[in-house]
């Protein structure tokens, strides 16, 4: 009973408040407040709704048509077309397998990400019975990859002629002690 009544209380001194202020507020503002609606506030320098913003739109469009269609200036001449090489990128991404070969063989299992020229991704290398996560990332410039693969304590360093199917390179290995050697990298499987 005490609760209700101090809730009365702070409504009746809330309304009071708020009529003082010469404030006027409709029941379904407070309603729209209280479930935390809010009220849209138009910026005069955009359209208030999309008819108008459609028929603005419509306007600067047949001006700026109207403002094209005047003489270029004599120094400017017109714009020719440039044949444009659609040469097709090779396709690097998804799941990729690589033999990795030197005096010993290693499979090379990836999981590529391409995003413009940039190749990154993960998964694993294999020698023997023993597999290790690797990471990798690398760019694509023309036919040539160059890909940095990264275990623990090795990086492999890449470099792939996309253009063939299956894809062949060379890699070149650095361990963390200081040693590195050369070897040759072939795709085991178009995929």
Excluded at 70 to 79: F, G, K, L, R
Excluded at 91 to 108: A, C, H, N
Excluded at 136 to 143: F, M, S
Excluded at 181 to 191: C, D, L
Aim: proline fraction near 6%; aromatic fraction near 8%; charged fraction near 25%.
């Amino acid at each position: 009973m005490s609760l209700m009544l101090a809730a009365a209380i702070l409504a009746a001194f809330a309304c009071v408040v708020l009529s003082e202020k010469g404030e006027s507020t409709s029941v379904d503002e407070y309603i729209s407040a209280s479930r935390g609606e809010v009220k849209p506030v138009f910026d005069p320098r955009f359209p208030a709704d999309p008819r108008s913003s459609r028929r603005l739109w419509e306007a600067r469009k047949e001006s700026s048509a109207t403002s094209e269609t005047e003489a270029p200036p004599e120094n400017i001449s017109e714009p020719t077309a440039v044949p444009v090489s659609e040469e097709k990128a090779p396709e690097i991404s998804g799941r990729l397998s690589f033999v990795l070969k030197d005096l010993t063989s290693r499979s090379l299992e990836l999981h590529l990400y391409r995003l413009d020229n940039t190749v990154f991704g993960h998964g694993t290398i294999s020698e023997n019975s023993s597999t290790q996560q690797v990471s990798a990332i690398g760019d694509l410039k023309g036919n040539a990859l160059e890909l940095d693969v990264i275990s623990e304590y090795t990086i492999y360093r890449l470099k792939i002629d996309s253009s063939k199917r299956p894809m062949t390179g060379t890699f070149t290995a650095y361990r963390a002690d200081a040693t590195s050697w050369p070897g040759v990298v072939y795709q085991e499987s178009a995929s």
